[in-house]
């Protein structure tokens, strides 16, 4: 579904990522992990066409996106949900998903509406309701059911948890379990390790813009090194559990 190979990229002339092979599979919950600063952002922004790919090449679906637009991205099926939800506060559930859908082909609005309200009844309940007036978690799953109005092939989650009570917390990794059984693949970013690395299939974890580790969720789950590169006592080798 999707396949990074030698990527480097940042913010003009701030190099922040270097030299990033990473995978994803059809159906597959992969799960990039790393301390604040790491670049796991930066990999999101770089894949979705915010920031500029300098070296190395994506593909996607079997196409090459390196250097596509956002909006050329979002229409292939790789949608990113970014950090902080960035739903729109002075519009209601409904009308944020409209906001979602307008200028789109394929299924009709009512059809994904519908889709969106079977996964969260509580945006059905809440629809004519503000989005500012909802909770946090509320929030994250108006987000969500925003990115899902764009049909994702590939769903990118940047924190989905960031700043929710731990029942919360569960409901959304249930979702994101959920969400993969219908056949999206998830590239999941999340501060939230374990949990993480429970529900994903397979890890990477990123400290100051590189890969440090990468292989099976649950083999980097128990492996003992993993604490001291997320740490950030990385070494310069890449090891492949
Ligand atoms: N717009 C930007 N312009 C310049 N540098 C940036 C920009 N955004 C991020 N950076 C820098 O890139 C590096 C990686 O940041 P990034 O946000 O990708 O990390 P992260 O792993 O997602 O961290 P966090 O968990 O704190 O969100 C940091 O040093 C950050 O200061």
């Known amino acids: 579904m999707l396949k990074i190979a030698g990527l480097s990229s940042g913010y003009g002339r701030v190099s922040v990522l270097e030299g990033i092979d990473l995978e994803v599979d059809n159906?597959?919950?992969?799960?990039?992990?790393?301390?604040?600063g790491a670049g796991k952002t930066t990999l999101l922004n770089s894949i979705s066409g915010v920031a500029r790919a300098t070296t190395g090449s994506i593909l996607f679906d079997g196409k090459d996106i390196t250097g596509a637009k956002p909006e050329q991205v979002v229409r292939m099926g790789l949608v990113h949900c970014p950090e902080g939800r960035r739903i729109f506060q002075r519009l209601t559930v409904e009308e944020n998903l409209v906001a979602a859908h307008i200028g789109r082909a394929?299924?009709?609005?009512?059809?994904l509406r519908s889709d969106v309200f079977d996964l969260f009844p509580v945006l059905k309940e809440r629809r004519n309701g503000m989005a500012s007036r909802m909770s946090g978690g509320q929030q994250q799953m108006l987000a969500i059911g925003r990115a899902l109005m764009a049909e994702p092939?590939?769903?990118m989650l940047d924190e989905p948890s960031l700043g929710l009570a731990p029942k919360i917390i569960h409901q959304i990794f249930r979702i994101i379990l959920d969400l993969s059984q219908t056949g999206i693949s998830i590239l999941l970013v999340e501060q939230n390790v374990q949990l993480a690395l429970e529900c994903g299939d397979y890890?990477?974890?990123?400290?100051?813009?590189r890969v440090r580790v990468h292989g099976p969720a649950q083999e980097i789950a128990q492996h003992s090194a993993l604490s001291d590169h997320y740490l950030g006592s990385a070494t310069e080798e890449v090891l492949h559990v």
């Open 27 to 36: 159906q597959e919950i992969v799960v990039i992990l790393g301390p604040n």
């Open 153 to 155: 092939k590939l769903l």
């Open 106 to 111: 394929g299924k009709s609005f009512e059809a």
């Open 203 to 209: 890890a990477y974890l990123l400290n100051t813009g």
